[in-house]
């Protein structure tokens, strides 16, 4: 599968069980090895309110040894009240100009526990309201691996500035064993994560499997002050559909 339907595909996943996720303080994790760039996870945590862009940047390995780049953009934003907006977009060529399409867009309120999901094509907003918190699903966050695990290693990495920001760093390492990797080597594949406690948001993350290539997801343009509300408005154009589970 091509990085660009891997991508959609993985996007589309992200946003499904991104509620599952939203009494969670830290973002989640990669969940694996595979040729992904997921977006910011954005936590609904109230009195952090901001607005941002993210950059993704792939370059994807091929099989004939040759590196296919795409690249994409995206909004987000969160209120003071702990109300989220996120939104992906088209992958498209490094070459092209001007903002990818959108696909689809997020807003969750964590006090109602409303969930909308919206995208340009079918004009549909699809409302849930959560009766609980759920937890993750399987498969949502990674498996963490046992300390004495000998092909697993975190270390922190420091801290550097950005923005205004101070961020903290951390660096995780999967080793694969030449007799697992396919390749015949051992295969090192490195994740990096560079947090804000200012934001609770990654604002960095590098992804690189000397297999599949590497991958750059980074947040930048961050204003810190209250987004517009039209943000978190579905637009009027759009027929609203609640597909509330009825109560049991």
């Known amino acids: 599968m091509s990085c660009f339907r891997s991508c959609l595909a993985v996007f589309g996943f992200l946003f499904a069980t991104f509620i599952h996720a939203q009494n969670q303080q830290m973002p989640r994790d990669y969940r694996g090895v595979q040729t992904i760039v997921p977006g910011i996870f954005v936590t609904p945590v109230p009195n952090a309110p901001f607005s941002a862009t993210v950059e993704i940047l792939s370059h994807e390995i091929l099989p004939d040894g040759s590196t296919h780049t795409s690249t994409t953009t995206a909004h987000i934003s969160r209120a003071s009240s702990g109300r989220i907006y996120n939104e992906r977009r088209q992958l498209v060529p490094a070459t092209y100009k001007g903002e990818p399409e959108l696909l689809s867009a997020?807003?969750?309120?964590?006090?109602?526990?409303?969930?909308?999901?919206?995208?340009?094509?079918?004009?549909?907003?699809?409302?849930?309201?959560?009766?609980?918190?759920?937890?993750?699903?399987?498969?949502?966050?990674?498996?963490?691996?046992?300390i004495n695990n000998p092909y697993f290693k975190q270390e922190d990495i420091g801290t550097q500035p950005l923005g205004g920001l101070t961020l903290t760093g951390i660096r995780k390492s999967h080793t694969i064993p030449a007799s697992m990797s396919g390749t015949g080597h051992e295969i090192v594949i490195v994740d990096e994560y560079w947090y804000s406690p200012d934001l609770s948001i990654y604002m960095i993350i590098k992804h690189n499997d000397p297999r599949t290539g590497e991958q750059l997801v980074a947040v930048s343009s961050v204003e810190r002050r209250e987004p517009d509300a039209s943000v978190f408005a579905v637009p009027s154009n759009y027929k609203v559909v609640d597909e509330t589970p009825p109560p049991q």
């Open 106 to 146: 997020h807003i969750y309120d964590p006090s109602s526990r409303l969930s909308i999901f919206y995208n340009p094509y079918e004009r549909l907003a699809r409302e849930t309201i959560l009766a609980e918190p759920p937890k993750a699903p399987a498969n949502a966050v990674p498996s963490l691996a046992p």
